[in-house]
């Protein structure tokens, strides 16, 4: 694992999206490609469906 994450993404992201298992998806390859959860999950509900927001974080190396 390098210093820096893959395909120029940020160190940090905050994914956010609809409560369903494309969001579960995205946290997973987020996972994969060796970022670190960051936090809780948070969850809101915007009068039509669940929202959540999960933080991932690539972890330093020294």
Do not use: I
């Amino acid at each position: 694992m390098t210093d820096v994450p893959p395909d120029d993404l940020p160190r940090y992201r905050l994914l956010t999206g609809k409560d369903d298992a494309a969001f579960c998806r995205r946290v997973s390859e987020a996972l994969s490609l060796g970022y670190q959860l960051y936090g809780s999950p948070a969850a809101t509900f915007n009068g039509e469906h669940v929202v959540v927001a999960q933080a991932v974080l690539w972890p330093e190396y020294k």
